[in-house]
């Protein structure tokens, strides 16, 4: 891609304040207008060391109400944020609906200059693009404007930028060793660069490579595409698409997945425990576990459970025996309501993304994000689009969990309408547990055929090789926390 940028482009101060002009008008709207469509907009620069991008940053953002945009500068992982996955960082930054994100260098940083200084394998870049790749075509398809920016400029064009810098006491400091060694070996960093870019070109995220030996040209450009993509985006949503299907990208390829049988040929009857037999089986698995919790901190093995199943079918209880193994510094359970507004005006997997663990740590996920294709899709919380899709997103999340290393354990906790109607009546009419029995519990309940078709459906289309989903027959309520516990240490025993 590089080859193919004119290094020649310039303008005249005449022209470019005839043409700054009239895209500066434009621009001042463009808050106002991404506002009212509701598109969350992220606009990233990544370019050489010198190309101008913090000035062109300065520049564009003059042109913004202030109240509309937040501007990240990326820097080298922290200890913390290198113990989560590589994109975790970076879905911290995403914005609301209506607003933008403007980023000074972005996740590009990991698959580029990396490489070289960081002895990154082919395979792993690969891996890494590919992830890229997918969180992208995730955001567009969920309504989020992409725009990429690379500034070039050659290495003659840079050498004198640096030395122009360091002539000046005040602004010496901006040039580093590392900016020198990479100018040395420019011609290195290019073909690294250069195959970054075709490899992440895609159709619902393009790069948009800018000439920036005229900063004023690359102002033109910079201004001019963000101007006629937010228009693209904004046509698109009044058309009620998204740009990924706006420009009619075809759907990424499914996974392989694991059979499931239907709730209906889940037999419930004769599942059960003897009181004893329980005592004893939850002592020696509890013990078990707390080993293995030492070890997984140890071998800094990170460990997400979650919890699915009817209302009343014992998730809470089964959560309590799991976590009463575990040493309290090094697990959490998060309870998963409704979305609150900051959460809901995001990308919907967000609000799971942020709360992934860290390295060695565990989640509990008292229910997850597999409310999009059950209660959301059921309530109509979402379009029927947005749901269909979820299945392979939530895929390729759980794939990029387990392939940074996570032990992902998905268990849906399965109980019998009459079961479920015993439970109901039992908090009712015990005034400790009303807390535990809601009105919208009774209305789920008058949906249940519906439910179920929902759930089978989602564990026929999310259940891989990688995060299988565990069916716990909970009509025996310890039976279920046996069976669960057992399910989870070996889980991780193979993991370790």
């Known amino acids: 891609m590089l080859d193919s940028v004119n290094m020649k482009t310039t303008v005249s101060k005449e022209e470019f304040k005839k043409q700054s002009k009239l895209l500066k008008r434009e621009l001042e709207t463009l808050p106002q207008k991404i506002k009212a469509a509701k598109i969350p907009v992220i606009i990233l620069?990544?370019?050489?060391?010198?190309?101008?991008?913090?000035s062109i940053?300065?520049?564009?953002?003059?042109?913004?109400?202030?109240?509309?945009?937040?501007?990240?500068?990326?820097?080298?992982?922290?200890?913390?944020?290198?113990?989560h996955p590589l994109l975790w960082r970076?879905?911290?930054?995403?914005?609301?609906?209506?607003?933008?994100?403007?980023?000074?260098?972005?996740?590009?940083?990991?698959?580029?200059?990396?490489?070289?200084?960081?002895?990154?394998?082919?395979?792993?870049?690969?891996?890494?693009?590919?992830?890229?790749?997918?969180f992208e075509r995730q955001l567009t398809d969920n309504g989020y404007l992409v725009l990429k920016f690379f500034l070039h400029i050659g290495q003659k064009e840079q050498r004198a930028r640096f030395e122009k810098l360091e002539s000046?006491?005040?602004?010496?400091?901006?040039?580093?060793?590392?900016?020198?060694?990479?100018?040395?070996?420019?011609?290195?960093?290019?073909?690294?660069?250069?195959?970054?870019?075709?490899?992440?070109?895609?159709?619902?995220?393009?790069?948009?490579?800018?000439?920036?030996?005229?900063?004023?040209a690359a102002l033109l450009s910079v201004y001019r595409t963000v101007v006629e993509s937010v228009k693209e985006a904004i046509q698109a949503k009044e058309k009620g698409l998204t740009i990924s299907s706006a420009r009619g990208i075809?759907?990424?390829?499914?996974?392989?997945?694991?059979?499931?049988?239907?709730?209906?040929?889940?037999?419930?009857?004769?599942?059960?425990?003897?009181?004893?037999?329980?005592?004893?089986?939850?002592a020696k698995l509890q013990k078990k576990l707390k080993g293995l919790h030492y070890k997984l901190y140890r071998r800094k093995v990170p460990v997400i459970v979650v919890y699915e199943g009817w209302d009343a079918a014992g998730k809470g209880g089964n959560i309590k025996r799991v976590s009463a193994a575990l040493d309290p510094r090094g697990y959490e359970v998060i309870p998963i309501a409704s979305p609150t507004k900051p959460e809901l005006y995001r990308h919907y997997l967000w609000r799971f993304w942020t709360r992934i663990p860290k390295t060695g740590h565990i989640a509990i996920f008292d229910r997850s994000w597999y409310g999009r294709v059950m209660v959301e899709r059921i309530e109509g919380f979402?379009?029927?689009?947005?749901?269909?899709?979820?299945?392979?997103?939530?895929?390729?999340?759980?794939?990029?969990?387990?392939?940074?290393?996570?032990?992902?354990?998905?268990?849906?906790?399965?109980?019998?309408?009459?079961?479920?109607?015993?439970?109901?009546?039992?908090?009712?009419?015990?005034?400790?547990?009303?807390?535990?029995?809601?009105?919208?519990?009774?209305?789920?309940?008058?949906?249940?055929?519906q439910y179920e078709e929902a759930v089978n459906e989602m564990l026929q289309k999310t259940s891989t090789e990688f995060a299988p989903w565990h069916i716990v027959e909970s009509q025996d309520k310890k039976y279920a926390r046996i069976k669960a516990l057992k399910?989870?240490?070996?889980?991780?025993?193979?993991?370790?």
């Open 168 to 216: 000046d006491k005040n602004t010496a400091w901006r040039v580093t060793e590392r900016d020198h060694w990479r100018n040395k070996h420019y011609n290195l960093l290019y073909s690294i660069l250069d195959e970054m870019l075709e490899y992440t070109n895609t159709p619902n995220a393009p790069w948009h490579v800018v000439c920036s030996n005229d900063s004023q």
């Open 250 to 282: 075809p759907a990424p390829k499914p996974f392989n997945l694991v059979h499931t049988p239907l709730l209906s040929e889940i037999t419930l009857e004769d599942k059960t425990i003897e009181p004893e037999k329980y005592k004893k089986e939850l």
């Open 45 to 54: 620069f990544e370019g050489w060391g010198a190309a101008g991008k913090g």
């Open 382 to 449: 979402c379009t029927e689009a947005d749901w269909k899709r979820a299945y392979q997103e939530m895929n390729e999340f759980e794939r990029e969990l387990t392939e940074w290393g996570a032990v992902v354990v998905k268990f849906w906790l399965h109980i019998d309408q009459d079961e479920q109607l015993r439970r109901f009546t039992d908090r009712q009419n015990t005034p400790e547990k009303q807390w535990k029995i809601t009105d919208e519990d009774w209305r789920n309940r008058e949906k249940w055929p």
């Open 487 to 496: 399910i989870l240490i070996k889980a991780i025993e193979d993991a370790l």
């Open 57 to 83: 940053i300065s520049d564009l953002i003059l042109n913004f109400d202030p109240r509309g945009f937040k501007v990240y500068s990326t820097a080298e992982a922290t200890e913390t944020e290198k113990r």
């Open 90 to 134: 970076h879905w911290q930054n995403l914005p609301e609906q209506g607003y933008m994100s403007i980023l000074d260098r972005s996740w590009y940083q990991d698959v580029s200059i990396a490489r070289v200084e960081d002895d990154l394998s082919d395979s792993e870049t690969l891996h890494r693009m590919n992830s890229i790749n997918t």
